[in-house]
Nanobody, 131 residues
Framework: QVQLVESGGGVVQPGGSLRLSCVAP????????IGWFRRAPGKEREGVSC????????VYSDSVKGRFTISRDNAKNTVYLQMTSLKPEDTAVYFC????????????????????????WGQGTPVTVSS
């Protein structure tokens, strides 16, 4: 079973920034859409952002649009999530996952209906936004 690995989480004050990284030891992320998700305490998992393999397709949830930036470096087999202007409501465990069925991202196929397509997940990295 492939296990993705997230890093970069931590504690930050409101308005601060963090950059999350997602790597996949022994597995090539190139060719697959990669998503970032989060689960806040007491809430359901939420799709945050998705990036296509090489077509430039990117999706953001309305809650992070304009504040978060997703990118990938296929040479480094790494996907990033740059988070700025963080708010307390961004507090959650953040996960990355690989969609083995798609290489592109689109708003409709990033909805929760399609989350079952993300077969490989990481353990998550916690982000706490608090003063």
């Amino acid at each position: 079973q492939v296990q993705l690995v997230e890093s970069g989480g931590g504690v930050v004050q409101p308005g601060g920034s963090l950059r999350l990284s997602c790597v996949a030891p022994g597995f090539t992320l190139h060719g697959y859409a990669i998503g970032w998700f989060r689960r806040a305490p007491g809430k359901e998992r939420e799709g945050v952002s998705c990036i296509g393999s090489s077509d430039g397709s990117i999706v953001y949830s309305d809650s992070v649009k304009g504040r978060f930036t997703i990118s990938r470096d296929n040479a480094k087999n790494t996907v990033y999530l740059q988070m700025t202007s963080l708010k307390p409501e961004d507090t959650a465990v953040y996960f990355c996952a690989a969609n083995l069925m798609r290489s592109r991202c689109a708003y409709d196929t990033f909805s929760s209906t399609y989350h079952h397509e993300y077969a490989y997940w990481g353990q998550g990295t916690p982000v706490t936004v608090s003063s």
